[in-house]
T-cell receptor, first 113, second 112 residues
């Protein structure tokens, strides 16, 4: 089945710097790659997603890139702010299921003022 | 709309006890899921229901059972709780087409 690896597990940046989180997936047939943000004590919420027919997608300060050949995708956050501090999860859609997502292990991002 | 509602928010069980976690969504979604979240291990899929009347195992189904009661409701049952089932449990639902997950607020379960 699908396996998703996420790195790094923790990331600390200064406010205003950029942050990059990377994920790799194992099943070349996966076709949907979302990113979720989970603030402390809260539920995960979708922040951006990308499908396999697109190489890059941007939404204000966040962007996701996808390299299907290498089977990896990345989350880029520019001009980080303290409110970006959270746990971020990548995921890949298991094509043998029906919208069934397999998640990475999570990255704890700390943005220092 | 309330979105995805799950109960209870907190629960403490003794080893061997049973309990059911309830989940309901009001978004007319076809698919519903149960995940567990453990430190350093992300969100792991326990069971899912692609549509009303169907259920299937996820990554970590052992020790759990589920019931898709109707289109709105999807419950998770622990028949004989074990300390290894101490975790935070999230219910989620999705519209089948776009696969975006909407999560409930979570249940923090401790098994002593």
């Amino acid at each position: 089945g699908e396996n998703v690896e996420q790195h790094p597990s923790t990331l600390s940046v200064q406010e205003g710097d950029s942050a990059v989180i990377k994920c790799t997936y194992s099943d070349s047939a996966s076709n949907y790659f979302p990113w979720y943000k989970q603030e402390l004590g809260k539920r995960p919420q979708l922040i951006i997603d990308i499908r396999s027919n697109v190489g890059e997608k941007k939404d204000q300060r966040i962007a996701v890139t996808l390299n299907k050949t290498a089977k990896h995708f990345s989350l880029h956050i520019t001009e980080t702010q303290p409110e970006d501090s959270a746990v971020y999860f990548c995921a890949a859609s298991n094509p043998s299921g029906t919208g069934k997502l397999i998640f990475g292990q999570g990255t704890t991002l700390q943005v220092k003022p | 709309n309330a979105g995805v509602t799950q109960t209870p928010k907190f629960q403490v069980l003794k080893t061997g006890q049973s309990m059911t976690l309830q989940c309901a969504q009001d978004m007319n979604h076809n698919s519903m899921y149960w995940y567990r979240q453990d430190p350093g291990m992300g969100l792991r899929l326990i069971y899912y229901s692609a549509s009303e009347g169907t259920t299937d195992k996820g990554e970590v189904p052992n020790g759990y059972n589920v019931s898709r009661l109707n289109k709105r409701e999807f419950s998770l049952r622990l028949e004989s709780a074990a300390p290894s089932q101490t975790s935070v449990y999230f219910c989620a639902s999705s519209d089948r087409e776009n696969e975006k997950l909407f999560f409930g607020s979570g249940t923090q379960l401790s098994v002593l």
